[in-house]
């Protein structure tokens, strides 16, 4: 089971306070222990939302939103992908992390979808272009 990991935004993060020293490397240790487990996929902190843009879709309209975004405690700060077992797996892993950020944190664990789970709307032209897709991202 793949699960996406979010690593929340706090308003140091959202102002961008770089974390001391100690914490990159508790986290590089820690990223070391998934990546040894087979765990951790991929993985990457968010610069703060004032860098960013959002895109909002409407019909065929699109509108670009300049950050910083509000809602800070709904941003997210970075992220990592992992392959688990199961949610309990990914919870404990969680529960090992060296809290990411300064003050007080959430992370949060969402599963991923797998083309399994549209079984019953997959169409074969649909499954024939998720299956290139794949292939390519894989490098076949």
């Not at 950050?67 to 892993?93: C, H, N, Q, S």
């Not at 709307?121 to 490098?139: D, F, S, Y």
């Amino acid at each position: 089971m793949r699960v996406l990991v979010f690593v929340k935004a706090t308003e140091d993060s959202e102002q961008g306070v770089m974390p001391p020293s100690e914490l990159l490397e508790a986290m590089g240790k820690y990223n070391e222990e998934l990546v040894n487990a087979g765990i951790m996929l991929g993985g990457e902190g968010l610069k703060p939302s004032r860098l960013g843009k959002r895109i909002a879709f409407d019909g065929p309209k699109r509108t670009v939103i300049d950050g910083p975004f509000a809602e800070t405690r709904e941003l997210v700060a970075g992220y990592w992908i992992w392959e688990v077992k199961d949610m309990d797996e990914a919870v404990a892993w969680v529960k090992r992390c060296p809290n990411p950020m300064l003050g007080p944190s959430e992370i949060e664990i969402r599963p991923v979808f797998e083309l399994a789970d549209f079984q019953e709307i997959m169409t074969p032209e649909a499954e024939a272009v998720h299956e290139r897709v794949r292939q390519k991202l894989e490098g076949e």
